[in-house]
């Protein structure tokens, strides 16, 4: 008995020293990334490590946060991240839902058609010609619309509806709702953790909205917040090394700091990391438990 | 049982009617949102009415200004242009440009940044754009002295068919910049051959240059890609072929001059004279390691005298950057780094009319013209930049107005040195040395055979062979594979068909248009 418990607690000390170590490997990336953006940066070129600032700085933020378009930038960002992530949620769920239902006519030629764009991406080329040709360029809408959804989350969503039996729905019908009924009062309030989970997948991928920006927007004012810090952060020691001979073009502009990169990371990454707390809740909740009597 | 039946396919109908509605309903409001592409080809023949130009081009500036600020206004005004200037940013234009080449969604005037991009080699063998040669004479600017080499040499076929943007060639480029204060605390030269070079490296690591009685000095801040200068002065060139006497030209990256190059550094490398992490810095870390004040040279072009010099200061005082002026090899051969007289190219497509063509060229006439040229730098007189006995001092508006940061400045570049070694800022005695040294560095001609060549084949194979050589250089260097591995690795690439197939394009190509 004595014996046993000295074992367990053995095991669980060195089981617990080893998940600390972990924990602190994965957590330590993200505190020297917030750690260095408050901290100078002649204290940066001359310590090898700091783990702790002499002097705190909010220069970095300052020098970002002071850029005339960085309003507009995370306003766009986040008029992506929820007008756009609620379009997707829509789209992508409508979509899964009938392809879901057996009674669909032509559901299989409509999965091939999805799966069709699944396995082939037809480049960038056509996607900007398409776009530009419906007018989209230098609108919000260009990054949006393009990226509405994929065959993937459709085929994740519909996974999920298929596990809603029919026979729920027959109830509701003969309560006397119609199909969008069904779809708007039974299947989504039921699928809200899915919803929630595919909704923070959409969402963080607008929130990172970064390529199709670059290729879509001129104008400077559209920018979304990752390609405005992107540019305030090039290097000006790297541009322009296609020139022949390797002969570097180099402009008048300082080289930006780490310490300002740094700060960057932070501001692009926690107003979406605040997402997350507020969600957590509903992945837990056991959604059909009760619903039905098979 | 038979209503039941009906009632799906219904209901089906009216959920697919109104997926349609709100679809339809999505369009419609995204085609009023976007703005219609810009359609600028009324034809600008009226002389009195402003010709409308859509021009694409880069910006290096943090902030791009549009049609509201002062400095375009007036330059619309003199030029009699309404301007409607798309911005590209320059650290992602390349991927852009491609889309738009491919695309054919062309501007009226297009920037393209190397003439070596395979898609413009084709469009230019397509005859997409228009042939400017019949029309250049009549515009006095663009025949400027300073701008008849670059117009020589892009030349395709013998016909100007882009026009250039100019840049210096001496002033830019990875070249030694070297800590002149601690030069002077050592009471030593500056250093004029590489023998000489690496003594200075070693002092600066043995005889405690900053004087703090610490050995915490890093005698030079470099990687192995700031170092490829190295390979240069060895095989007195520029680029990465070597003019032959019989006008073909051979790679360096197999040459026995190389072999020396590479076992010079390495000689460097074990006396302790470069970063411990060299092999595995990237050039910010090389650029951070010297603004630290503790390095004693990195590479960098001359304008860093002041833009890295002035962070040095920050935290030394008494720091001074200097360039070196050139390097001579163990021949007595000097090497000193240069390039081509422009960088990037301006495209006109043919879709655009010839009366218009004109107009454009007037426009780029004006930007090449003393008083345009300097306006898209500096400004306007009295408003942005006051003169000072003789020296344009810029006012606050300056900076309002954003007037010489990378917007308007880089469209068309200034004809002058200063491009490449001046500096926001840079005080009177460094301007000033950075002037005597770029004109020590002009005595210094090292041939560039190569640099407007363009080889498919080249594009094709060699990053992957000089990916090759470079990691086997690096793994030499820092000790972990013998020197024989590098001969055997060389004998294998001088035996590929690749590279045979690469030389002999990249030869004939020099020969097309060099040798007549």
Redesign the interface.
Known sequence: MHQKGWKTGLFGFVNNGLLLIIGLATIFPIYYTVILSFTDPVEYYQRSLILWPRDWTLDAYKHLLSNGLFVTSISISVFLATVGTMLSLLVTGGMAYAVSRKRLRFRKAIMIMVLITFLFTPGLVPLYLVVRNVGLIDSVWSLILPSLTSAWYVLLMKGFFDSIPDSLEEAAMIDGSNDIGVFWRIILPLSLPALVAFGLFFAVGYWNTYFNALMFINDQKMWPLQVLLQNMLVDPTTMGSGSGGGFAFQVNRPVPTETLKMAAVVIATVPIMLVYPFLQKHFAKGAMVGSVKE | MEKMDA???K??L??SG??LLASSL??S???S?????SSGSESGTDSSEPTSITIQTLN?A???IDNTNPLWKELEKRTNTKLNI???????A???IN??L??G?LPEVTFV??M??PQLQKMLKQGVFWDLTPFLKDYPNLNREELKEMWEITKVDGKNIVIPRY?PSYG???FPMIRKDWLDALQLETPKTLDEFHNVLKAFKEQDPNGNGQADEIPYAANPSAL??IY?IFNET???WKLQPDNTLSPIITSDASREAMLWIKQAYDEGLFPKDFAIMK??QV???M????AGVGG??M??AW??GK?VK??DPKADLMPLAYLENANGVKYT????PY??VYLIPKKVPEAKVKKILEFFDYGYSQEGNEMLTYGIEGVHYNLENGKKVATPQAVTDKTGD?NLN?MIHLVSDDM?I???GMPDEVYERNVEIVTERKTVKVP?P????YSEAYNKYYPEISKKVEDMRVMVITGKEPVESYDKLIETIKSDPKMKEITEEISKAYQDKFVK
């Open positions: 009632r799906p396919s209901s089906f009216k959920m109104v997926l999505l369009l409001a995204c085609g949102r976007g703005g219609s592409p290096y943090t902030e791009f798309t911005w590209l940013s320059p650290s992602t390349e991927e852009k889309v738009m491919a695309s969604d940044e190397t070596q991009n840049y830019g480029g990875v490829a200068y240069n520029q680029g990465a050039f910010s650029m951070d390691t603004r630290s004040a503790k960098m072009s304008n860093h833009v890295t962070a920050d935290v780094p240069s390039g081509s960088y990037g990378g880089n490449a001046n500096a926001v560039n190569s640099g407007e060549l």
